[in-house]
């Protein structure tokens, strides 16, 4: 017998609304519990919100209000916003309630006591105006790895890496913009580098989505440090023994995941203990931001403590809007509630498309031109027209659902779609099983359609009733594949055909069996199209948010002609390019810039081939300190405009080496 299925979905952070790049992962995540459940496995689903660090605490003091105050409203907004989208965690819970605190001082206790933290003097960066240290993004600087603009804890903007306290470069006070000095300040370690063999042999053996596995091993191969697990803040969870320091919210976050389930567990009667410890089943949806935390720290982290390992790790792909790069700043967001739920548009809708738009590891291209063809042309014109034509003809001609046996053939359909979607949904494939579940709404579009009821009622009408008896099982099967994608729409469906009860409850093994004899309803239909003016509309909120957040980029600060001056500008032509090893980002370029030769590292990978870039004639910042970019050395930068790092070029052929004036 299997131990239960625990899924979990990355916790979202108190310090700004739900947005599409959420949904990402928490909507597939909901899809596999519902199907999982409805497939027979005891499944617990539990979620809550990530209230620590330092952005929380920069988004309180920038409010005027407590962190705790900001968690709050965020966290409430969230469980109404998931709640409204159909996504039902049976525990929502906030990581900064009693049960975190006291599971991870737990946690932590037990890694001291097996000898896996330790303590060490760091140089952190210190701020003498505000008088305080800056952990994490209370500092920028520039990432010690590749050269650029980076904070605290993360290069966001560059390589990615993860950043350790006091390994920022040329810091910078993000509250006051005064210059950092670093101060010594002692802090305490997570012996990670301990766990590099059993990491490649967790990986090598866990479930779930190949991503989550290949990111994290080409990190564990380059370089496994120790990891520094506390910070200098009044806001966390307090470090066993100290006042004067919290655990790190990476540590206390998927914490939480034990907390919410002890939380949950209680309330239901259940033992916590079965679903963490020993052999579990527990299963991480994330995005794939954070696959590094999950795929590396917590696995190392339960490892210590003595606690089970997870079982899968699901991370979905990144999420692009109308081509560009997600990005709130710039405007290329689509808000939960503002732009799609408060418009009325239906949950439903929104969970189709981030389903069935394409594999959950590939990046998710969001536009709203396509969403509404996808719409119209898939649920609408396939699923819903099946169901609406069948059912109309059934309450017309027979005031109900005819009974008879229904042809081998319909039964053989019906089951090779069971198994194909079961085969999919267990291999984390949700775009194939929806695309099975639309095979088969429209196997029943082209049998009726064939079949033609409406023309056999006039000379046989036993057999128009065998037509309809057949499409209606098709209807109830495609209802109760559907609902993991569409609750709400097959709960209607599943009405429509008579039953007065929830679909939720009944196995998709039903699926086969034969429609209960009674009479029907005038059935209305379950979707309506997604008209041409409402998708201008919305296409035009994005668009005049966009520019609005452009014309606030540019508002950035002059610099005199004296300071432009100091920049080296030059022509290059690129000479040969190669990808850098274990980056799917960066190229590795030499550049002849008129009389010297130059190795420059540029993050264009994903825009352009190697042998594309051979023989192009580029723009070349040649007075930039050296710099190691994924421990290769980058002496310049290279020019690029928008997104798609779009080349700057002589319009006219120079040589290489002229000066840009």
Not at 386 to 397: D, G
Not at 508 to 525: G, I, K, R
Request: charged share 25%.
């Amino acid at each position: 017998m299997n131990p239960p299925l625990l899924v979990t979905c990355g916790l979202p952070y108190t310090n700004g609304p739900c947005h599409l790049g959420h949904l990402r992962t928490y909507v597939p995540a909901d899809a596999y519990v519902r199907y999982m459940r409805r497939a027979g496995e005891e499944v617990v689903f539990v979620c809550g919100s990530d209230n620590h660090g330092t952005p929380i605490v920069v988004s309180a003091e920038e409010a005027g209000i407590s962190p705790r105050a900001l968690s709050e409203h965020y966290h409430r907004h969230f469980d109404e916003t998931f709640q409204r989208m159909g996504v039902m965690f049976d525990r929502f819970g906030m990581t900064d309630d009693p049960a975190t605190h006291r599971r991870t001082k737990a946690i932590v206790s037990e890694l001291i006591k097996n000898g896996y933290v330790y303590k060490r003097i760091v140089h952190q960066a210190y701020c003498t105006k505000c008088k305080r240290f800056l952990p994490d993004r209370y500092v920028e600087g520039i990432c010690p790895h590749c050269g650029t603009a980076a904070r605290g804890d993360e290069c966001d903007q560059g390589c990615g890496k993860h950043l350790e306290p006091g390994e920022i470069k040329d810091p910078v006070c993000k509250v006051c913009g005064t210059k950092a000095e670093f101060r010594d300040q002692e802090h305490y370690f997570f012996r990670l580098s301990e766990f590099r063999d059993f990491l490649l042999s967790f990986l090598d053996n866990v479930k779930g989505t190949i991503n989550a596995k290949n990111y994290a091993i080409g990190w564990i191969k380059e370089d496994l440090h120790d990891w520094c697990i506390t910070r200098t803040l009044e806001w966390g969870v307090k470090f066993p023994g100290r006042d004067d320091l919290v655990v790190y919210v990476w540590v206390d976050a998927p914490i939480g995941y034990i907390a919410f389930t002890e939380e949950w567990a209680e309330k239901a009667k259940k033992d916590w203990k079965r679903y963490w410890c020993g052999d579990n089943r527990v299963t991480h949806f994330i995005g794939g931001d954070i696959i590094y935390h999950h795929s590396i720290f917590w696995p190392a982290l339960l490892r210590g403590a003595g606690y089970g390992v997870p079982h899968a790790i699901v991370a979905s792909g990144m999420v692009k809007v109308d081509d560009h790069k997600f990005s709130k700043s710039r405007g290329y967001v689509v808000w939960t509630n503002d732009d799609y739920l408060d418009k009325g548009l239906p949950a439903d809708y929104l969970r189709y498309y981030l389903l069935a738009y394409t594999s959950h590891t590939k990046e998710l291209n969001f536009s709203w031109k396509v969403f509404g063809e996808r719409i119209n042309n898939e649920v609408v014109n396939i699923f819903g027209n099946f169901v609406y034509r069948t059912l109309f003809f059934a309450h017309k001609e027979f005031s109900g659902i005819p009974l008879r046996t229904v042809d081998p053939t319909i039964i053989a359909e019906i089951r090779k779609s069971l198994v194909n979607v079961d085969s999919l949904m267990r291999d984390y494939e949700f775009k194939g099983a929806v695309d099975a579940v639309m095979a088969l709404a429209a196997f029943g579009n082209t049998y009726i359609q064939t079949n033609a009821p409406w023309k056999l009622i006039k000379t046989d009408r036993e057999a128009a009733a065998k037509v309809i008896a057949n499409c209606i099982q098709i209807v109830k099967a495609v209802a109760m594949l559907i609902e993991p994608v569409m609750p709400a729409k097959a709960q209607m469906c599943w009405t429509m055909l008579g039953y007065q009860d929830k679909l939720a409850d009944h196995p998709v093994s039903e699926a086969t069996e034969p429609v209960v004899e009674t009479s029907l309803m005038s059935p209305t239909p379950l979707f309506t199209r997604i008209e041409e003016p409402q998708i201008a509309e919305l296409e035009a909120l994005l668009q005049k948010r966009v520019a609005e957040a452009n014309r606030k980029m540019e508002r950035i600060p002059v610099v005199s002609f004296e300071e432009f001056q100091k920049l080296d500008l030059r022509t290059g032509r690129v000479l040969a390019a190669e990808p850098v090893k274990k980056s799917n980002k960066l190229l590795k370029l030499q550049v002849d810039i008129g009389g010297e030769t130059r190795q420059i590292v540029a993050g264009m990978q994903q825009f352009y081939k190697p042998d594309e870039l051979v023989g192009r004639d580029v723009v070349v910042v040649t007075n930039l300190a050296p710099a190691k970019i994924f421990g290769v050395e980058s002496n310049g930068m290279i020019l690029a405009a928008g997104d798609t790092a779009s080349l700057l070029t002589p319009f006219k052929p120079v040589e290489p080496g002229t000066k840009i004036r």
